[in-house]
């Protein structure tokens, strides 16, 4: 069983910045992705970033390219998120999950089999 551990939320205020982390406990692989996504009441499960392990590939949400980046740390077995610049509108539980080889941007969200239990950031106008 894959157990994915996210850390990192919190809150601050608009302008600021957080780490998310996401350590797996099988490590990270390649031709696996990695993804962060973000669930709010008012606006569902979204997808916020996702990256290709091995390949490089990501893919942003257009309200977050510019802020956000994406990366993975083999050794660490952790994918991180970084966020900049951030807005009130940012404010959601942020969760990572893991699809088994390749995603692209319109992956259905059921490719990603499993996903942490979420880390709350709240941003502060």
């Known amino acids: 069983q894959v157990h994915l551990m996210e850390s990192g939320g919190g809150s601050v205020q608009a302008g600021g910045s957080l780490r998310l982390s996401c350590e797996a406990s099988?490590?990270?692989?390649?031709?696996?992705?990695m993804g962060w996504f973000r669930q709010t009441p008012e606006k569902g499960r979204e997808r916020v970033a996702t990256i290709y392990i091995g390949g490089g590939n990501t893919f942003y949400a257009d309200s977050v390219k510019g802020r956000f980046t994406i990366a993975e740390d083999d050794a660490d077995n952790t994918v991180y998120l970084q966020m900049n610049d951030l807005k009130p509108e940012d404010t959601a539980m942020y969760y990572c999950?893991?699809?088994?080889?390749?995603?692209?941007?319109?992956?259905?969200?059921?490719?990603?089999?499993?996903w942490g239990q979420g880390t709350q950031v709240t941003v502060d106008s």
């Open positions: 999950a893991k699809a088994m080889g390749w995603c692209s941007p319109v992956s259905p969200l059921e490719k990603f089999v499993y």
């Open positions: 099988d490590g990270i692989h390649a031709n696996n992705c």
